[in-house]
């Protein structure tokens, strides 16, 4: 019904990390050699919902100084979250 994205490395039998590394290095590599600024964000919501409360998360991200923009995007993934088990 939803055919997963080539870059999708989550929720596939594979290695995410090795390959993710093997996608990254080339960028960080390109951005060195041209001089460039490089943004690379992480994101592992294993668990994430149950063990740290949203609001610290945010502040966080505000006291570490991480550009605003960055942290309203945050903020909105947070935003009318909900769970379903069925």
């Known amino acids: ?48 919902f149950d063990t740290v409360c949203q609001q610290h998360i945010i502040a966080g991200l505000v006291q570490r100084g991480v550009d605003p923009h960055v942290v309203q995007l945050v903020i909105e993934m947070y935003r009318n979250i909900t769970t379903y088990i069925l």
Request: hydrophobic share 40%.
């Open 1 to 48: 019904a939803c055919p997963i994205h080539p870059r999708q490395r989550g929720f596939i039998s594979a290695s995410g990390c090795s390959e993710n590394l093997k996608l990254l290095q080339p960028l960080v590599k390109c951005a060195k050699q041209e001089h460039r600024e490089l943004g690379v964000v992480f994101v592992d919501i294993a668990k994430a």
